[in-house]
């Protein structure tokens, strides 16, 4: 269980691009599971999810010896759901969430890329993309509040 978690059920281990296939896995599980939540209860289990996350994660590191591997796609999981959890479910809005949060989890802007480099263990892990959802955030609520979404 600890390994189809970690792996995004899986989809950490796509031959290619492994990050974007568990975020694809993460919208989709997002609009069959969340979506409809409201945004308490939605930030509730993105806690959980980037809680557990941590723990799994440097479980993994001390049983595998592996740092931030790019099977573990869990901290996609929790960064794609704070993207999207002021999005209405709408296709539109998901994908600009998908995307945005894409975006910043690959630039990792400052302090993505100092929580990317300097971070490390589970914490490590799932912080850097803990951050870069809430950059996508931030992108999500300026195209809300300009009509756009």
Do not use: H, N
Request: glycine share 14%; net charge neutral; with cysteine.
């Amino acid at each position: 269980p600890e390994l189809v978690l970690l792996t995004g059920f899986g989809s950490g281990l796509a031959p290619r691009a492994p990050g974007t296939a568990g975020s694809v896995v993460a919208v989709l599980f997002w609009w069959w599971a969340l979506s409809g939540l409201g945004v308490i209860a939605q930030g509730l289990v993105i806690l959980g999810v980037f809680l557990l996350g941590i723990w799994l994660a440097e479980r993994a590191s001390k049983r595998f010896g592996v740092g931030d591997d790019p099977a573990i796609v869990i901290d996609e999981f929790a960064g794609q759901w704070l993207a999207l959890l002021c999005a209405p479910a709408s296709p539109v809005a998901v994908l600009a969430g998908f995307v945005l949060f894409r975006l910043f989890d690959i630039a990792k802007p400052w302090p993505v890329s100092v929580a990317d480099q300097r971070v490390r263990g589970g914490l490590g892990v799932m912080l850097d993309d803990l951050l870069a959802g809430a950059y996508a955030l931030g992108g999500m609520l300026l195209l809300r509040a300009a009509g756009w979404l």
